[in-house]
């Protein structure tokens, strides 16, 4: 019995493990739409710490914007749980 508990135990943790990663046109022409997309974001990070505290998030961000670019053409965040750090890297990118 006492390892079918901690094996529970096991899986409820994994069911609170999370990767949510976001992909987003920066073009020049996206910058009001980019701003209602960098609220949600930081909303939807709040809401689910909040509602789900046992939570373990982990947050992922692609800026790509057009073609002729060149290398800044994309921008990347990798996997951090850092929320701080996500809401930064989100409050800076613009069209």
Excluded at 30 to 51: A, C, F, T, Y
Excluded at 61 to 69: E, H, S
């Amino acid at each position: 019995r006492e390892e079918q508990v901690k094996e529970m135990i096991r899986l409820l943790k994994l069911s609170q493990e999370v990767d949510l990663a976001f992909l987003v046109d920066c073009t020049g022409s996206m910058q009001p739409h980019m701003n209602g997309v960098k609220e949600m974001i930081g909303s939807l990070g709040k809401k689910l710490g909040r509602d789900f505290p046992y939570l373990q998030l982990r947050l992922g961000f692609v800026r790509y914007t057009d073609f002729d670019m060149g290398a800044n053409k994309y921008s990347t965040l990798g996997w951090t749980s850092d929320i701080s750090e996500f809401s930064k890297f989100v409050a800076s990118l613009k069209a």
